[in-house]
T-cell receptor
Framework: KQEVTQIPAALSVPEGENLVLNCSFT??????LQWFRQDPGKGLTSLLL?????REQTSGRLNASLDKSSGRSTLYIAASQPGDSATYLC?????????????FGRGTQLTVWP | DAGVIQSPRHEVTEMGQEVTLRCKPI?????LFWYRQTMMRGLELLIY????????DSGMPEDRFSAKMPNASFSTLKIQPSEPRDSAVYFC????????????FGEGSRLTVL
């Protein structure tokens, strides 16, 4: 069973800052890692999916990196905006699985103020 | 893009009543998942189906919970009888047909059992 930890649990920053959200997992034998965003009262929105063969993925101002050997992933948000305020969760599958159960971290609650 | 419609969005019921939550994928998929989210435990997998067949129901808390997927376009999660500790947000999610493992969530059903 994977244990997924996210640091920090909460983050409050002024608009324009570059941010780093961290995710660690216990079993490095994963095929992929996903980052999600969750707005209050809403479902989760997939942001980035990194395959094990990749070291990073980029989408707009978001960049996610994956270091399997150390069991870590980082989500980098450039030039943060108030609209980025949400909870960000990372998730990994079972060892050796591409489909099936995902194990989620508890998330980083981000607040970006104007 | 993959998508899921869940109903009801909110349900308030009394202890002992039967609750049925519904999930309708609106795009092609291979796998369908039911997750539960609480403040105490975060996101937990209850059950998932692959090609309409239940694959892993080890997360179903007890016999009061049951899930069905009669066809590729519909799934239900039933709780009978409901208890206050079942209060949570229940999410349905699907993977797309590309089998990358990327997960797409519905907006969730918020259940309150009094």
């Amino acid at each position: 069973k994977q244990e997924v930890t996210q640091i920090p649990a909460a983050l409050s920053v002024p608009e324009g800052e570059n941010l780093v959200l961290n995710c660690s997992f216990t079993d490095s034998a994963i095929y992929n890692l996903q980052w999600f965003r969750q707005d209050p009262g809403k479902g989760l929105t997939s942001l980035l999916l990194i395959q094990s063969s990749q070291r990073e993925q980029t989408s707009g101002r978001l960049n996610a990196s994956l270091d399997k050997s150390s069991g870590r992933s980082t989500l980098y948000i450039a030039a943060s905006q108030p609209g980025d305020s949400a909870t960000y969760l990372c998730a990994v599958p079972d060892r050796g699985s591409t489909l099936g159960r995902l194990y989620f971290g508890r998330g980083t609650q981000l607040t970006v103020w104007p | 893009d993959a998508g899921v419609i869940q109903s009801p969005r909110h349900e308030v019921t009394e202890m002992g009543q039967e609750v049925t939550l519904r999930c309708k994928p609106i795009s092609g998929h291979n796998s369908l998942f039911w997750y539960r989210q609480t403040m105490m435990r975060g996101l937990e997998l209850l059950i998932y189906f692959n090609n309409n067949v239940p694959i892993d129901d080890s997360g179903m808390p007890e016999d009061r919970f049951s899930a069905k997927m009669p066809n590729a376009s519909f799934s239900t999660l039933k709780i009978q009888p409901s208890e206050p500790r079942d209060s949570a947000v229940y999410f349905c999610a699907i993977t797309g047909r590309t089998d990358t493992g990327e997960l797409f969530f519905g907006e969730g059903s918020r259940l309150t059992v009094l």
